[in-house]
């Protein structure tokens, strides 16, 4: 891939690390995985089991906790498959051994602290049976099986703020926090405009942007458009007016403005080719759910 120049994504590696996995060949298996990790493509729950279950098959202790800490970062709700290597495991005799029989509670309590609870990271701890139960979550936030109450946090936020995009993108933010919408301008543009003399249509982006207007209130929505796509249309002079009243990346940008600001965001853009490069998919899924990612549909609108 090198010779082409072209960048690996996850299924590029799927067949070698589930053949190295199903053939229980552990060693290869974490050669692929690191090899994903330098090119920054992330594990998804099927690469996550499949290095579990192998890890788990050939007894490595260390590397069954760390894709368990793994597992819990980018997989929301555990498949049937993955369940059943979580029983495999905490159910066997090596797990019961697993760990060390002094405690330090006082270092424990620190390490989930610093962590926003809930998980210390500090390794197996104690010794014994481990007690498996399938069992669900009351209406009120506790476990129907042992009584505790789970913690309600906001790890996808906290996540996405931890991403960095151009400081100048995040100051200007910053100093204009006041917007209630935001418009993915190239995916609005191009609606629908894959025909013969069909282009970015900004005609069709401005019916997007006053009805945005009129539903705020009088407010402007933040029209994100890609640097290239702006000076290219403010070269024709029909353009140019509209773009300066309305006075910069494209989906990296509006994305980001839409967690910051916690706004509406207009737009039909899944983020398929280029947002897992930035995300888990666990983390955009549960954002889209949780946010207002509104979709839209043009009709009877003919480009100007």
Known sequence: MGKYKALPRLRTYGPALFAFCENLEAEKAYIVEEHMAEMKVGLEEAEVAALLRVSVETGRVDKVYAYLLKLRNCVGCVSEGTVKVLEDWFWSELAAAAGSGALDWDRIRGAVA???GGWHGKGWLGKGKWVVDRTKIGSEGSCNSCGERLACVDNLILTMRRLKPRLSVQKWLEKHADYEAAVDGANVGLYQQNFADGGFSISQLNVVVKEL?????GKWPLVVLYKKRY??????????????EWTKQDSWYWIYAAVKLKCLLVSNDEMQD????????????????????????????AKS
């Open 114 to 116: 610093s962590n926003g």
């Open 213 to 217: 207007r009129q539903r705020c209130h």
């Open 231 to 244: 000076w290219s249309l403010m070269e024709d002079p029909s353009n140019r007016e509209l773009l300066e």
């Open 274 to 301: 280029h947002i897992f490069e930035l995300l888990c998919i666990k983390f955009f899924l549960k954002w889209k759910e949780a946010r207002s990612d509104t979709k839209y549909v043009l009709l009877g609108f």
